[in-house]
Protein backbone atom coordinates (compact mmCIF):
# COMPACT_ATOMS: atom_id res chain seq x y z
CA UNK A 1 0.00 0.00 0.00
CA UNK A 2 1.58 3.42 -1.24
CA UNK A 3 0.62 6.70 0.45
CA UNK A 4 -1.82 7.31 -2.36
CA UNK A 5 -3.75 4.52 -0.83
CA UNK A 6 -3.44 5.57 2.46
CA UNK A 7 -4.96 8.91 1.50
CA UNK A 8 -7.62 7.76 -0.49
CA UNK A 9 -8.59 5.37 2.38
CA UNK A 10 -8.17 8.31 5.26
CA UNK A 11 -11.05 10.53 2.28
CA UNK A 12 -8.08 13.17 2.89
CA UNK A 13 -6.68 15.80 0.00
CA UNK A 14 -3.41 15.02 -1.74
CA UNK A 15 -2.19 18.71 -0.40
CA UNK A 16 -3.08 17.85 3.33
CA UNK A 17 -1.40 14.31 3.04
CA UNK A 18 1.90 15.66 1.30
CA UNK A 19 1.87 18.83 3.96
CA UNK A 20 1.87 16.50 6.85
CA UNK A 21 4.08 13.29 5.82
CA UNK A 22 6.98 13.35 4.11
CA UNK A 23 6.30 9.72 3.56
CA UNK A 24 4.79 6.14 4.24
CA UNK A 25 7.10 6.10 7.25
CA UNK A 26 6.07 9.18 8.76
CA UNK A 27 2.49 8.61 8.77
CA UNK A 28 3.25 4.79 10.23
CA UNK A 29 5.34 6.47 12.85
CA UNK A 30 2.15 8.93 13.67
CA UNK A 31 0.28 6.65 13.83
CA UNK A 32 2.39 4.11 15.80
CA UNK A 33 3.49 7.44 18.89
CA UNK A 34 -0.56 8.15 18.94
CA UNK A 35 -1.75 4.18 19.80
CA UNK A 36 1.37 3.86 22.14
CA UNK A 37 0.55 7.32 23.50
CA UNK A 38 -3.47 6.26 24.03
CA UNK A 39 -2.61 3.54 25.71
CA UNK A 40 0.39 3.71 28.11
CA UNK A 41 -2.14 7.20 29.24
CA UNK A 42 -5.13 4.24 29.83
CA UNK A 43 -2.58 2.22 31.72
CA UNK A 44 -0.48 4.54 33.76
CA UNK A 45 -3.76 6.49 35.00
CA UNK A 46 -4.88 2.98 36.41
CA UNK A 47 -1.51 1.69 37.33
CA UNK A 48 -0.68 4.98 39.34
CA UNK A 49 -3.93 4.89 41.55
CA UNK A 50 -2.18 1.73 42.85
CA UNK A 51 -0.51 1.36 46.27
CA UNK A 52 0.96 -2.65 46.33
CA UNK A 53 3.36 -3.98 44.13
CA UNK A 54 0.68 -7.06 43.88
CA UNK A 55 -2.17 -3.85 42.93
CA UNK A 56 0.18 -2.48 40.34
CA UNK A 57 1.30 -5.63 38.42
CA UNK A 58 -2.30 -6.85 38.28
CA UNK A 59 -3.53 -3.53 37.13
CA UNK A 60 -1.04 -3.15 34.68
CA UNK A 61 -1.87 -6.08 32.93
CA UNK A 62 -5.51 -5.59 33.61
CA UNK A 63 -5.35 -2.32 31.75
CA UNK A 64 -3.73 -3.31 28.95
CA UNK A 65 -6.29 -5.99 27.83
CA UNK A 66 -8.88 -3.49 29.06
CA UNK A 67 -7.22 -0.99 26.40
CA UNK A 68 -6.69 -3.22 23.43
CA UNK A 69 -9.65 -5.16 23.99
CA UNK A 70 -11.92 -1.92 24.02
CA UNK A 71 -9.62 -0.87 20.78
CA UNK A 72 -9.11 -3.70 18.83
CA UNK A 73 -8.32 -2.12 15.29
CA UNK A 74 -5.87 0.43 16.80
CA UNK A 75 -4.09 -2.50 18.76
CA UNK A 76 -4.19 -4.94 15.67
CA UNK A 77 -2.00 -1.96 14.06
CA UNK A 78 0.41 -1.91 17.25
CA UNK A 79 0.83 -4.97 16.80
CA UNK A 80 1.20 -6.22 13.06
CA UNK A 81 3.37 -3.22 12.66
CA UNK A 82 5.62 -3.94 15.61
CA UNK A 83 6.00 -7.48 14.69
CA UNK A 84 7.62 -6.37 11.14
CA UNK A 85 11.31 -5.84 11.13
CA UNK A 86 11.83 -2.37 12.91
CA UNK A 87 8.29 -1.73 12.52
CA UNK A 88 9.45 -1.00 8.91
CA UNK A 89 10.91 1.99 10.07
CA UNK A 90 14.32 3.17 9.52
CA UNK A 91 17.00 4.60 12.16
CA UNK A 92 16.22 7.56 13.07
CA UNK A 93 11.76 6.58 13.28
CA UNK A 94 12.62 3.88 15.24
CA UNK A 95 14.78 5.95 17.72
CA UNK A 96 11.56 8.78 17.44
CA UNK A 97 9.59 5.78 18.37
CA UNK A 98 11.57 4.27 21.28
CA UNK A 99 12.20 7.69 23.19
CA UNK A 100 8.37 8.27 22.84
CA UNK A 101 7.53 4.75 23.98
CA UNK A 102 10.01 5.87 26.78
CA UNK A 103 7.94 9.00 27.34
CA UNK A 104 4.52 7.33 27.69
CA UNK A 105 6.08 4.54 29.68
CA UNK A 106 8.07 7.14 32.55
CA UNK A 107 4.77 7.13 34.22
CA UNK A 108 4.47 3.70 35.26
CA UNK A 109 8.21 3.28 35.53
CA UNK A 110 8.27 6.01 38.16
CA UNK A 111 4.89 4.50 39.93
CA UNK A 112 7.07 1.35 40.04
CA UNK A 113 10.68 2.27 41.45
CA UNK A 114 9.63 2.61 45.16
CA UNK A 115 8.42 -0.26 45.19
CA UNK A 116 11.25 -1.53 43.58
CA UNK A 117 13.44 0.36 45.79
CA UNK A 118 11.84 -1.25 49.15
CA UNK A 119 12.65 -4.86 46.97
CA UNK A 120 8.98 -5.49 46.57
CA UNK A 121 9.20 -5.66 42.42
CA UNK A 122 12.21 -7.38 41.32
CA UNK A 123 14.72 -3.85 40.31
CA UNK A 124 14.40 -5.24 36.66
CA UNK A 125 15.31 -2.85 33.52
CA UNK A 126 12.01 -2.01 32.05
CA UNK A 127 12.02 -4.13 28.77
CA UNK A 128 12.41 -7.35 31.16
CA UNK A 129 9.39 -6.45 33.25
CA UNK A 130 7.58 -5.70 29.88
CA UNK A 131 8.31 -9.21 28.88
CA UNK A 132 7.65 -11.14 31.95
CA UNK A 133 4.77 -8.98 32.95
CA UNK A 134 2.97 -8.32 29.82
CA UNK A 135 4.28 -11.41 27.76
CA UNK A 136 1.53 -13.67 27.63
CA UNK A 137 -1.00 -11.07 27.49
CA UNK A 138 0.86 -9.60 24.11
CA UNK A 139 0.74 -12.96 22.82
CA UNK A 140 -2.96 -14.07 23.79
CA UNK A 141 -3.70 -11.03 22.68
CA UNK A 142 -2.12 -11.02 19.28
CA UNK A 143 -3.89 -14.06 18.57
CA UNK A 144 -7.31 -12.96 19.83
CA UNK A 145 -6.83 -9.95 17.46
CA UNK A 146 -6.16 -12.97 14.45
CA UNK A 147 -9.16 -14.55 15.39
CA UNK A 148 -8.93 -17.02 18.45
CA UNK A 149 -11.92 -16.41 19.72
CA UNK A 150 -11.38 -19.03 22.94
CA UNK A 151 -9.08 -16.00 23.90
CA UNK A 152 -11.78 -13.98 24.95
CA UNK A 153 -10.44 -10.80 26.14
CA UNK A 154 -13.21 -11.03 29.87
CA UNK A 155 -11.66 -14.34 30.56
CA UNK A 156 -8.03 -12.80 30.05
CA UNK A 157 -8.48 -10.03 31.96
CA UNK A 158 -9.71 -12.75 35.22
CA UNK A 159 -6.82 -14.90 34.41
CA UNK A 160 -3.29 -13.16 33.10
CA UNK A 161 -2.83 -10.42 35.89
CA UNK A 162 -3.17 -13.16 38.41
CA UNK A 163 -0.40 -15.45 36.15
CA UNK A 164 1.67 -11.94 35.83
CA UNK A 165 1.99 -11.67 39.52
CA UNK A 166 2.88 -15.49 40.45
CA UNK A 167 5.33 -15.32 37.76
CA UNK A 168 7.14 -12.01 39.33
CA UNK A 169 6.50 -13.13 43.15
CA UNK A 170 7.84 -16.75 42.50
CA UNK A 171 10.91 -15.73 40.01
CA UNK A 172 11.91 -12.76 42.89
CA UNK A 173 11.35 -15.20 45.78
CA UNK A 174 13.57 -17.68 44.37
CA UNK A 175 16.27 -15.42 43.10
CA UNK A 176 16.34 -13.33 46.79
CA UNK A 177 16.09 -16.49 48.73
CA UNK A 178 18.76 -18.77 46.96
Same mark, same amino acid.
Given at each position: ???????????????????????????? =????????????????? %???ATEAAEQAVKTLVDSH??????????? %???????????????????????????????????????????????????? =??????????????? %???????? =?????????LPTVAWQSVRDVWVRSTTA
Amino acid at each position: MGIEDIRREAGASPSSVYHLFEDKEAIM =LALLVEVFDALFEHCAR %RVCATEAAEQAVKTLVDSHIEWISTHAAEG %RFMYQATSLDGAGLGASARRTLVESKARGLAPIVDHLAPMMARRELPPWPVA =LFDVVVLGPAHEALR %RWLSGASE =LDPTMLRELLPTVAWQSVRDVWVRSTTA
